[in-house]
């Protein structure tokens, strides 16, 4: 065990974590991506948020993303590498980060580890939602009806969840070979899920920030 004196910052070992979440469409990984950022003090970095609002304020970007976010496609590299690497040079995610639907490929995953070796950093660990893809398309069914994601019909729910399991699900074994992964399940209530992830991390001693955790009388 470690420890420091309350309020002893100079010393205190306790850093933000680098993290990684990767699950099917429809696992809740923005959801849970917002919470944990909010948990562990760090910026929750979501590439399809990017995207999106790129498109909606029809960047350049945004009109070259849109026909492969539509059809549930991944979008190329040559655009998605550039916005990672320049979103992630940005001063909030100096000393911690939770990275939502990036990396996708097994290609990026190389692309990542050529710019945290460029920062002289290293992931904390990769979060794995794990959920039923049948689940998950009854969720997204119902998420179409409420936010209307142009990416949410049937269809491109099905095509985006081949897209999953040809291209993202790969990482989860690269990530498991490198001793990262830790892996929750996405079912559940959003708070159950939640606290099942804070749970696993600090078991891999990761741990929220001391003024954060619940129950803290700071002050
Ligand atoms: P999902 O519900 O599948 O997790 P996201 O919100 O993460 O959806 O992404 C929506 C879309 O944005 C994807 O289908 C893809 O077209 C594009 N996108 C997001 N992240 C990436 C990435 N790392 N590489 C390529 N395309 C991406």
Redesign the pocket.
């Known amino acids: 065990m470690t420890s420091s004196a309350p309020g002893d910052t100079s010393t205190d070992i306790h850093t933000t974590p680098r993290l990684l979440i990767i699950?099917?469409?429809?696992?809740g990984?923005?959801t849970q991506a917002v919470r944990l950022a909010e948990a562990y003090r760090i910026p929750a970095i979501?590439?399809?948020?990017?995207?999106?609002s790129n498109v909606k304020n029809e960047t350049e970007l945004g009109k070259q993303?849109k026909a492969?976010?539509d059809?549930?496609?991944?979008?190329?590299?040559s655009?998605?590498n550039a916005l990672?690497r320049s979103r992630l040079a940005e001063a909030d995610a100096d000393s911690g980060f939770l990275l939502?639907?990036?990396?996708?490929?097994v290609q990026?995953v190389g692309e990542l580890d050529d710019i945290l070796a460029g920062q002289g950093v290293t992931l904390d660990a990769v979060i794995e939602l794990d959920a039923d893809p049948e689940v998950v398309v009854d969720r997204?069914r119902t998420r179409a009806g409420l936010e209307g994601?142009s990416?949410?019909t049937e269809e491109v729910v099905r095509h985006?969840l081949t897209?999953?399991r040809e291209q993202t699900e790969p990482l989860i074994a690269i990530y498991g070979d490198r001793n990262l992964l830790v892996t929750v399940d996405a079912l559940g209530e959003v708070d159950e899920v939640t606290a099942r992830i804070t749970e696993a991390l600090a078991r891999v001693g990761i741990v929220v920030a001391p003024d954060t955790a619940v129950g803290t009388a700071a002050n």
């Open positions: 699950g099917a469409p429809g696992a990984k923005g979501s590439t399809g948020d990017i995207f999106r993303a492969f976010m059809a549930g496609d991944v979008v190329p590299d655009l998605t990672l939502d639907g990036y990396p996708r490929t990026q997204l994601r990416d949410d985006r897209v999953y």
